[in-house]
């Protein structure tokens, strides 16, 4: 390895925390060894290996292997100004867009975001917002979402507002969109989604979760909103994890989420769907506990932070950390910082290069995310956003039938097959999933199982999905062409692809259409139901939920049979601090015409969006007297 930063490389194996387990070994090194960046806040790795980071002089510049650094795009032609110019701008949040060739770049002084072709090193300043961009990403749809960290004016302020607001909280910051049909016109139209945010940073988008994750550092927290991605709103706000100070926001390939902290000189990763932090990155755990406690101390009191950012603040590293640059497949990662080089990172989870596991749940949430958009019930418009996000451009979807091979791009499939699913309420689920992967080519072979109705009559039908996939340069592994075939008298599905899990019969399946309507009518009622006890503190509802002799088990130690005893556990999750709940039904069967057994995924939260607890549910529900009634309810 190139000369490792003295302080660093004695740092001691077991010296970092992870509260969700041991601390990884960490080796690193300063990158280029010998410095030469100028506030490189952020950036990408290019296909080619180099490195594209914010540059105070150029705009951008790149960092070849070897530690050359050399200037990418004609930033001066697309109006980029340095200092002592008071307009000058200042690269900040850089991020890839769908296409795996252009990438946004945010200003943070100057209010402007600029489109850079990877390929042609052609730069073109996009929008021009009234106060600094912090970090800017695309979604599939072409849309555009930023975030305001403050109002900062363009001119000789800007930046000592900026970093007024870091200093105490003010609640100016805010996230934006531009609409597609907006991105590209000469003053594209942007709408706030979100307000009043203490100093909102880093901003990452999670198609398969249908989640978007905003760091608001001033708060010490991340937070979390559903994406509508038909309309492109927001809701669904919840505090995904409070972490010391989030900067940059990095979604990894293999589903988390990485985050920087300046303050605490430390990278996080963040597992979205419980919560759970854990520390990939501290070069001085001991002295960061200090800064931290420091910290909080001062924001109890109101007093300014800003007299922390010192080099004793950051040593050993070469500035203030303020973003991870995460590579596109097996490599190492860099924390990006304010200093005059980057610190190269081998060995931090996810990216050991024997780690085939990671790209292959990234893989199988991609597959999970096409079987779920073209589900649903009879009469339910599908997610043609979240599905198109899910395929590489020019992808091609063709079946193997009788007369030969039938087939086109996304938008064709698209548009052969949404009438008859919205009118079948069509629902397709995965039996046995085979996944190998080389490099960043992969191959799964996804046998079915869809079911259906047609002028009342229930069907069911199999067969085999081959998926090719490409990853990314933004890490996402996407399907590059899919090819099927439908099982028939000459090719049943063979032993080894129909899997073991018991399903459910056409033959069993009685009046499907309104079976399925009304256990999800029973579903909706009962997520209702409990949202409204555990909100008025009244029970009395939630009781009337449970069949007589009903079972309810709330963990692995304890099941209670008698009605006083369940509703004595209610009471006590209304009197909490418990003021809302996602109940996500993961899955229905039907076991005769009055029982199915529903399995399901919750969480409860404060009224502050933190994260009580969760976990799974097993659920049998009875029709007793012609209602639906939880028989047995089990937890963990």
């Known amino acids: 390895m190139i000369a490792v930063l003295a302080a660093l490389s004695s740092l001691p194996a077991g010296a970092t925390t992870d509260e969700t387990g041991p601390p990884p070994l960490v080796q690193v090194e300063r990158f280029p060894a010998d410095g030469g960046l100028t506030h490189a806040e952020d950036g990408v790795v290019l296909p080619d290996g180099r490195l594209l980071v914010g540059d105070w002089k150029h705009g951008l510049v790149t960092i070849a292997p070897d530690g050359t650094i050399a200037p990418f795009g004609d930033f001066a032609a697309a109006g980029f100004r340095t200092k002592p110019d008071p307009l000058w701008n200042s690269p900040n949040g850089i991020a890839w867009e769908p296409d795996g060739r252009h990438v946004l770049v945010a200003d943070i002084t100057g209010g402007h975001i600029y489109r850079v072709d990877t390929v042609t090193q052609s730069v073109a300043r996009i929008y021009d917002h009234p106060f600094g961009v912090n970090a800017a990403i695309r979604d599939s749809s072409g849309a555009i979402w930023f975030t305001q960290s403050t109002r900062n004016a363009p001119g000789a302020g800007s930046e000592s507002r900026m970093f007024a607001a870091a200093d105490r909280p003010m609640g ?350 029973v579903l909706e009622h009962r997520t209702r139901v409990i949202l409204e006890g555990i909100r008025s503190d009244d029970v009395s509802g939630i009781m009337a939920l449970y069949a007589p002799g009903a079972l309810y088990a709330a963990d692995s130690s304890t099941l209670l049979s008698k009605p006083e005893a369940i509703e004595a556990f209610w009471v006590e999750v209304a009197a909490s601090d418990a003021q809302d709940a996602t109940l996500d039904v993961l899955r229905i069967e039907q076991l005769a015409p009055d029982a199915f057994v529903e399995i399901q995924k919750y969480a409860v939260f404060n009224a502050s969006g933190e994260r009580l607890f969760g976990g799974y549910a097993s659920l049998l529900w009875r029709k007793i007297g012609g209602r639906w009634l939880i028989a047995a309810d089990v937890s963990n």
């Open 172 to 521: 100016d910051g805010s996230v934006w969109r531009i609409a597609p049909d907006e991105v590209g016109k000469p003053v594209p139209r942007a709408v706030k989604l979100v307000d009043r945010l203490d100093f909102a940073n880093g901003i990452a988008l999670d198609a398969q979760r249908g989640r978007l994750y905003v760091a608001e550092i001033v708060a010490s927290r991340v937070l979390s909103f559903a994406v509508d991605s038909a309309s492109g709103t927001l809701g669904d706000r919840r505090v995904l994890a409070r972490v010391t100070t989030p900067d940059n926001l990095e979604l990894a390939a293999d589903g988390m989420l990485w985050a920087a902290s300046p303050f605490a000189n430390a990278i996080y990763r963040i597992d979205p769907d419980s919560g759970a932090v854990g520390t990939v990155f501290n070069p001085d755990p001991a002295k960061s506990a200090r800064m931290v406690a420091e910290l909080e101390r001062r924001q109890a009191a109101g007093e300014p932070l800003l007299p922390l950012l010192s080099p004793e603040l950051w040593a050993p590293m070469p500035g203030l950390v303020t973003g991870v640059i995460l590579p596109s497949g097996t490599g190492p990662a860099y924390v990006s910082g304010l200093g005059d080089a980057l610190v190269q990172l081998e060995g931090a989870p996810g990216l050991d290069n024997a780690d085939v596991e990671a790209a292959r749940r990234d893989i199988q949430r991609t597959i999970d995310t096409v079987y779920a958009a073209i589900s649903g019930p009879a009469g339910s418009s599908r997610d043609w956003n979240a599905f198109r996000s899910m395929f590489s451009e020019g992808a091609r979807l063709f079946t193997i039938t009788r007369e030969g091979m039938r087939g086109g791009g996304v938008e064709d499939y698209i548009a052969l097959s949404d009438k008859a699913l919205v009118s079948y309420g069509f629902r397709e689920e995965e039996l046995i999933n085979r996944i190998d992967v080389y490099g960043k080519l992969a191959q799964a072979w996804s046998s079915y199982e869809g079911h259906f109705v047609r002028d009342g009559e229930p069907g069911r039908v199999r067969g085999i999905n081959g998926f090719q996939l490409q990853q990314h340069a933004d890490v996402r592994w996407r399907v590059h062409s899919l090819l099927w075939q439908q099982e028939n008298a000459e090719f049943p599905l063979p032993d080894s692809m129909a899997g073991n899990r018991r399903q459910l019969d056409a033959s069993a399946s009685v009046e499907a259409p309104k079976a399925d309507r009304e256990i999800e009518e």
